[in-house]
């Protein structure tokens, strides 16, 4: 595990997610729409990074969309919306392919998104090809001998980067000829460098596609000597939401 950073503001935001003092919210706004939440899935809402990317992501009319790691289903649902003909939506946890089929429903696209409860590709029925695949990816990098405690830290920590190697090998057949992958990450909570080289292991070529700074401010965070080495003088944490595109070589 390389990144201590990452995996410090991982833990906090688990520890956030999971706190008995936190409000219990059925409903919530991204992106200027409302959104289903159950309780079981991670709250888009909680950093800027599920927005962003989301927001980001170059629909297509008429394209064949892939959503891995749906979650609430924000993606696959803006995907619908902006004239993708066929949207798969794929999570481990069944919950949050429940989720993004009630909002697919809020939203008027249930004819267009099938959500399922998926180990990375495994559901998918044989040569089921998608133009553009992309994956806000569990980007903290946790020790390999780390256990998921509950369906939460599935969608923000990835022992050893092992997913983000699984799901590059995995994708290849999954691609249509010209197809593309768009991975959302962070370079200073996330593993780059594992990342680019699970992707040209498996024939990819990855470039920035558009990235935002943030600041958060350290006090947030409570008393870490981690935090507090990468703390400036204005007491701010200097983070970034990044995205990546991925093409086959």
Not at 190 to 198: C, E, H, I
Request: glycine letters at 8%; aromatic letters at 10%.
């Amino acid at each position: 595990m390389d990144n201590e950073l990452g995996y410090e503001l991982g833990n906090w935001v688990v520890s956030q997610i999971q706190s008995p003092d936190r409000p219990t919210q059925l409903t919530f706004s991204l992106l200027d729409m409302e959104w289903d939440l159950l309780p079981e899935v991670f709250p888009p809402y909680t950093d800027p990074g599920p927005g962003l990317f989301a927001s980001w992501v170059p629909y297509e009319k008429g394209s064949r969309f892939l959503e891995m790691g749906c979650g609430a289903g924000v993606a696959a649902v803006l995907a619908a919306q902006r004239g993708s003909e066929h949207v798969v939506a794929l999570d481990i946890n069944p919950a949050a392919a429940e989720n993004t089929r009630r909002n697919a429903e809020r939203h008027g696209v249930s004819d267009r998104v099938t959500a399922l409860t998926s180990d990375l590709f495994d559901a998918l029925e044989p040569g089921e090809p998608f133009d553009l695949v992309f994956w806000n990816t569990p980007f903290i990098e946790a020790p390999e001998s780390r256990p998921y405690a509950g369906q939460i830290e599935r969608a923000v920590f990835d022992p050893g980067y092992e997913m983000v190697r699984r799901f590059f090998r995995d994708v290849v057949p999954r691609l249509a000829a010209d197809g593309r992958v768009y991975l959302g990450t962070s370079e200073a909570m996330g593993n780059r460098d594992k990342m680019l080289r699970a992707a040209a292991e498996a024939g990819f070529e990855g470039h920035r596609y558009r990235s935002e700074s943030v600041e958060l401010p350290a006090a947030e965070f409570g008393d870490s000597p981690v935090i507090a080495a990468h703390t400036d003088e204005r007491g701010i944490v200097h983070m970034d939401f990044t995205m990546y595109e991925f093409l086959r070589r």
